[in-house]
């Protein structure tokens, strides 16, 4: 097993610095792909990189949106001859001493796709909360198991074998909703799920580039896909078969 550290980022630069200073001691390489971010993040994300030897700096000129830089996080990774990828958000909602429990995890088992189950205290907003249940409910529909407890959380360990295949295979989504079609479809492909209850924080000064109505839009549009998609594939004998790591 062979991981690196994986982070997309777009106009963050208030913790960026820090999480990655939480990640060193982990001794694992990082990906730090810009998503075309504005002149401050850039400033703050080209002084780590020129700092510390283990960061790579991806730039993306033009903001594509978080499947985009995920994507061109992967692929870079893969060319590394990484096997998988740890990857955390960089507003510093994921406590980076979660990591070693989902390298843990992996270890225990390299095949599978690692997810971050959210165990939110009180600053998580309600409507944060329910979205995710709603969210959870179309993906236990569309993967016809309840293997998969959180397909939101960006804290996860990828394994970047199947995904470079899902990827050569077919287009995938490049804003929100592509975290939750790469978790469908990898359990579609027969990657085994584990799951890792993780702590996830809410600051009251974040910065969040949710947006409710164009991402519940993406999603709800994500959904009505996957879903025709399984119909077809029931009608022709063809359902998914859900591989559940223990």
């Keep these: 097993m062979n991981p690196c550290l994986l982070i997309p980022i777009y106009n ?115 409507s944060r909360l329910y979205g995710r249940w709603i969210c959870r409910a179309w993906v236990w529909l569309e993967t016809l198991s309840r293997a998969v407890r959180d397909p939101l959380c960006g804290l996860r360990c990828v394994p970047l074998e199947p995904v470079q295949r899902l990827l050569a295979a077919r287009p995938l989504a490049d804003r929100m909703e592509f975290d939750v079609e790469l978790v469908v479809r990898l359990v579609w492909a027969g990657v085994p799920v584990r799951s890792v209850e993780v702590e996830v924080r809410y600051f009251d000064d974040g910065v969040s580039h949710y947006r409710v109505w164009r991402d519940n839009w993406l999603l709800s549009r994500l959904h009505a896909r996957l879903c025709l998609e399984l119909l077809e594939r029931a009608l022709r004998g063809e359902l998914p078969r859900v591989a559940v790591s223990p």
Excluded: C
């Design 12 to 126: 963050q630069p208030e913790r960026i610095a820090d999480v990655v200073a939480r990640l060193e001691p982990l001794r694992l390489p990082l990906l730090l792909v810009d998503d075309g971010s504005d002149l401050r993040t850039r400033a703050v994300i080209d002084a780590l990189a020129a700092r510390l030897p283990w960061v790579e700096l991806i730039r993306r000129e033009r903001n594509g949106g978080r499947g985009a830089a995920l994507k061109t996080g992967y692929r870079r990774a893969a060319e590394r001859g990484f096997t998988h990828a740890l990857q955390l958000d960089a507003d510093g909602q994921h406590d980076p001493s979660q990591a070693p429990r989902m390298l843990d995890a992996v270890r225990r088992d390299p095949k599978a796709l690692v997810l971050g189950v959210p165990v939110f205290d009180d600053s998580a907003p309600a």
